[in-house]
């Protein structure tokens, strides 16, 4: 079954807010085999939304619809669709009780506008907002079903959680989906491409393989759709395994998380620990790792360090080392990397220092310039990358760089 998702706000298309709704609910109807064909953003005006829903009920059997639905007078979707399906507004009763006690628990009075909340056009169901005071309605029409929800997302997840989508399968009968991801580092994608060429065309018709490239990392995706969720899922683990004994060099994990998350549960799970000495990233790869719960497992601490200075005093790196060599080098992020395993007192460490841009660039150390260094006890091993002169791209090459490092020493340690 084919589903279209429609975003409604001015606020969206300036990019005063970004649409994080529609990749969520993308990700929950894929869970029940309700396959996205398309996801559309449109202004607050009704000729905008009523082509929307022209053109998306030519490509979906189920439209949902996000946004507009707001006390004030930029908020059009009510209006718009009783007038498109000519539906006039009438008074749902259970929803002006329910605004009104949610304003009588906030000793807040109630004026016309809120109490127009519970005006809905005359043929929808409604489907009450426990977190708000703007009700979802649900339109059957022309075969067609029209979800229109709240923009809040807060609001709008608990309406498809608790509401939407278990109407929707009870209404449909739906195909199972089915994904397996192999994350994969230090491969390009068409190098992947390359190696695992006759295993993709093997593939039957309704199993696909996908190429997700993101900064020196390559995530493959199996997708199949099918009635037999057992056998499809037994399927494509076959292919799975397939294509991992193929590249086992370059697999990080047969799982779709994060690169760093990867590697801290790899450690976790040997009993090890972390710390990073950065430069120019400034921080940023601690901040990938600290995001994920349970990080304090491994990851002890690190040090953010520019200046010579803070490099001498926080992580022992040698006055003469500096100024021989200069913060940018092989000998200086081997010394940061070795410093941090003996001050934080960890199994192993990362380091990295560069020009990340754009300006700063020397002569033979041009913006882009980045030394990476990655320890444990016993061994260190650096490495230099020549990258752009995007600063923030610097930064987020640097990072992983750095991560796929850290993984292919703990995979010479540990194997």
Known sequence: MLAEIITIGDEILIGQVVDTNSAWMGQELNKIGVSVKQITSVSDQAEHIKQALDEAQQRADLILMTGGLGPTKDDV??????????????????????????????????????????????GCTVIQNKNGTAPCMWFEVNGKIIVSMPGVPFEMMYLMEEEILPRIKKTFNLSSIIHKTILTAGLGESFLAQQIEDIEEQLPGYIKLAYLPKLGQVRLRLSGKGTDEVALEKEIGHFAQQIMTRIAKHVVIDQDIALEKAILDQMEAKGLTLSTA?????????????????????FAGGAVAYSYDL???????KHETLTTFGAVSEQTVKEMAQGAISHFKTDYAIAVSGIAGPGGGLPGKPVGTVWIAVASKHKVEAKLFTFGNKRIQNIERSAMAALTMLLNLLKQDLN
């Not at 009510?78 to 929803?95: G, H, I, Q, V, W």
Request: hydrophobic share 40%; aromatic share 6%; glycine share 6%.
């Open 278 to 298: 950065e430069s120019c990233t400034g921080g940023y790869i601690s901040h990938l790792i600290t995001q994920h719960a349970g990080s304090s497992a491994v």
């Open 77 to 122: 979707t009510k209006l718009t669709l009783s007038n498109y399906f000519n539906m006039p507004l009438r008074r749902d009763e259970a929803t002006l009780a329910h605004v009104t006690d949610i304003f009588a628990r906030l000793n807040r009075p109630m004026i016309e506008a809120n109490i127009k909340q519970a005006d809905v056009p005359d």
């Open 311 to 317: 490099k001498e005093s926080i992580l022992g790196v």
